[in-house]
Structure formats: C-alpha cells, structure tokens
C-alpha cells in the first residue's frame, strides 16, 4: 500500500519517546510499504532530507511551498525550492509539492499565493514531473492557474479531495489539458457526514490514491488521535466497502490496495525508478 500524501518528519512526531523513524517503521508493519512526503516550507526541508536518508527503502520525497506557508519575500522562498528541483539530486524527487491555493484561512492572500502556485506549477511541466495540489476554499482559483499554464505537467493529484461529484466533472471539464488527474483519499472518508462516498463512484477506482495527510485527520476509528501512515489500511477498508460492496471485507481492501498503488505509480513513475 502506498500512502502518496503524509508529513511524518514533522515536529509532532518528534515528542513523548516518538521519533520519524519509528514512524514510518510502525507504517511499514502495518502493510503501507512507501510513503510520499511532500514538503511544506523551507524550514522542513531538512527534516524531510533526514527522514528520507534514514529510510531509504521506503520514503519518497516531494518538493514544494505549501500555499498557506507562502511568505511575503514568496520568490526567494520559490527560488530556493527550484534550486532543490533542479540541483544534484534533483532524481530523487517524485513530484513537485505540496503546492496550491488555501484561502480558508486568510483570503487576502490570494493573489501572492497564484502567483508562487503558477510558478512551481510551471517548474512542475518544464521538469516533467506530477503536481501535488492542495486546494482548500479556493477551487475556482486553483484551476484558473492551472488551465493558464503554457505547456501541462503529465500528471496531477487534487490532495485530501473533499468535493462532490459534481466537483470531480468540473475539475475534469476545466482540465481537459491534463493527461491524468488523480484524487487522493484521506480520513475524511470515513466520517460520517462526509460526501465523499458519493463522489468516489464518479472518480472510480482508477483515479483514486490513497493518503493520510499525517500528522492530520485521522481516520475513524482513530478520529480526534495524531494521524500517522499506519493508518491508512482504514482509508482502503472504507472506499472498499464504499465501491466493493459484494465483496468480503478482505477482498475488497486488497483489491483497493492493488488498484490504489498501481494509480500512484502512474501518477509518480519515479516511484518505480527509485
Ligand atoms: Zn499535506
């Protein structure tokens, strides 16, 4: 299994005896084999850097700017991650991010936030490599960025999707330049007030990838707990039951594990070379 979105080299793993590491150890355990880390700020970098040195076999690494952590000198900053993109190593990244629109928060900043998502998106199609989108409160924002790019990355991941059906035919609509564009699956799904189940039939079990968005909301029966990539078997457990329905529990968590990790790589083809 493999989980395309989590943030285990953050500081929160890092308390009471716990470390990164033992983390993604514990994730290993539980069946979730790589784990794609996108990075969130310039000050992750290294921690990100860390985790991956120190477990080789099974993390991956994502380079970005997260959108609500766009400073006001946001062109250095996008500077910096282009130099990570393009420096000695630059093989060992999967995708560009996370990057994209997020005006739950503070919507003033708006315009600073396009303008560094255009330009690691840009980055994103001159290198080849997949897009890692965090969109939150700001969709229509988030494909006007998208649909103005001069040339289209070959792939695309809307992160810790929430929508409607009706979203997912938007996106695709408004997107049309985009060879792939895959939805990442997180906690959210089980809950019970969600609109995911009703979203998942229109994406279909080969656009989907599975994530946790660790250190973020936890699924049931972890709700309320620090989220970590162990446990992501609960995610495929409910859009297995959500999309299998005739088949055993066993059944179709497998069957959501095999298509899942053969979207994701589809939607990350270094994740093969690596
Ligand atoms: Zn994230």
Redesign the pocket.
């Known amino acids: 299994m493999i989980d395309t ?1 989590t ?1 285990l080299y953050l500081s929160e793993f890092n308390i009471d005896g716990d470390s990164p590491g033992a983390a993604v150890d514990r994730a290993v355990k539980a069946g979730v084999d790589i784990l794609v880390m ?1 990075n969130v700020d310039l000050t992750t970098i290294p921690l990100l850097r860390d985790l991956a040195d120190s477990r080789p076999e099974s993390v991956r690494m994502a380079m970005g700017l ?1 959108p609500t952590e766009v400073p006001a000198d946001w062109q250095e900053a996008v500077d910096r991650i282009a130099a990570e993109l393009r420096g000695r190593d630059a093989s060992r990244f999967v995708a560009v991010g ?1 990057i994209g629109m997020d005006l739950y928060w503070d919507a003033s900043l708006r315009d600073k936030q396009m303008e560094a998502f255009d330009r690691q998106a840009r980055l994103g199609a001159d290198l080849g490599l997949p897009l890692i989108i ?1 969109c939150r409160e700001a969709l229509d924002e988030t494909l006007e960025v998208l649909e103005g790019l001069p040339a289209p990355p070959p792939a695309i991941v809307m ?1 810790c999707f929430g929508g409607t059906g009706a979203d997912v035919e938007l996106i695709r609509r408004r997107l049309v330049a985009i060879p792939e564009i895959f939805f990442g699956i997180g906690g959210v799904v089980t809950f019970k007030k969600s609109t995911l189940p009703d979203a998942l039939p229109v994406i279909g079990l080969d656009h989907i990838v599975l994530e946790t ?1 660790s250190p973020y909301l936890a699924p049931v029966p972890y709700r309320g707990r620090r989220n970590e990539s162990s446990f992501l078997p609960a995610i495929a457990a409910r859009i297995g039951q959500v999309l299998l329905p005739d088949m055993t529990a066993e059944e179709s968590v497998a069957a959501v594990d095999a298509a899942t990790t053969d979207n994701a790589l589809r939607l990350f083809p270094r994740l093969k070379s690596l």
């Open positions: 979105h943030h996108p997260h996370e965090h992160h968005d």
